[in-house]
């Protein structure tokens, strides 16, 4: 059982250029979501779904976009990097829809755009 | 607003106990989570509370006051391996977590 699993692990971006990180879970979860962790911080909801073709925007959502076409996937897209949005990001799922249940988290992904 | 608080930083002894508080402001609330944090790695499920009281898994427990807004997460006989962060989280009226912003916890032999 893989649980959740994030790639990549590590990416430098350009400010300006975009990309994916991927975010699969295996365990039939319903509810995934997207946090930003930066120093200081507590973590910050950025997306979620509670189920395939379902998103919905979290407490810091600007700049980025997501989609869930499959109950398994749930790939966070940023479209235009700025060194605001310099971070580490973690997927996380639940099995309960309302996401009030223990959440799952994948390895995270440090982002850093210049 | 809704709102989470926990010490920054905290430094114990191995073999010590040390509690850690957690207050929190949340409407609708329902219920409040820990999680533990390694450097560099990602949150750990801890614990839970909705009701009253104390909960206790081996050598670590939870406790929590409703009415006071209130909770601490209580490490026994701690082990270097528990030097990490502790992250406090309340369930809202949606069921949306708010997150505290972390305590690390330091151990020294």
């Known amino acids: 059982n893989a649980g959740v699993t994030q790639t990549p692990k590590f990416q430098v971006l350009k400010t300006g250029q975009s990309m994916t990180l991927q975010c699969a879970q295996d365990?039939?979860?319903?509810?995934m979501s997207w946090y930003r962790q930066d120093p200081g911080m507590g973590l910050r909801l950025i997306h979620y779904?509670?189920?395939?073709?379902?998103?919905d925007q979290g407490e810091v959502p600007n700049g980025y976009n997501v989609s869930r076409s499959t109950t398994e996937d749930f790939p966070l897209r940023l479209l235009s990097a700025a060194p605001s949005q310099t971070s580490v990001y973690f997927c996380?799922?639940?099995?309960?829809?309302?996401?009030?249940?223990?959440?799952?988290f994948g390895a995270g992904s440090r982002l850093t755009v210049l | 607003g809704q709102n989470i608080d926990q010490p920054t930083e905290m430094t114990a002894t191995e073999g010590a106990i040390v509690q850690i508080n957690c207050t929190y402001q949340t409407s609708g609330f329902n219920g409040l989570f820990w999680y533990q944090q390694h450097a560099g790695e990602a949150p750990t499920f801890l614990s839970y509370?909705?009701l009253d009281g104390l909960e206790e898994k081996g050598r670590f427990s939870s406790f929590l006051s409703r009415s006071k807004g209130y909770s601490y997460l209580l490490l026994k006989e701690l082990q270097m391996k528990d030097s990490a962060s502790y992250l406090c989280?309340?369930?809202?009226?949606?069921?949306?977590?708010?997150w505290g912003a972390g305590t690390k916890l330091i151990i020294k032999p």
């Open positions: 779904s509670v189920g395939a073709g379902i998103t």
């Open positions: 509370n909705v």
């Open positions: 989280a309340s369930s809202d009226s949606n069921y949306q977590l708010i």
């Open positions: 996380a799922s639940s099995y309960s829809e309302t996401g009030a249940n223990v959440l799952t």
């Open positions: 365990m039939n979860h319903e509810y």
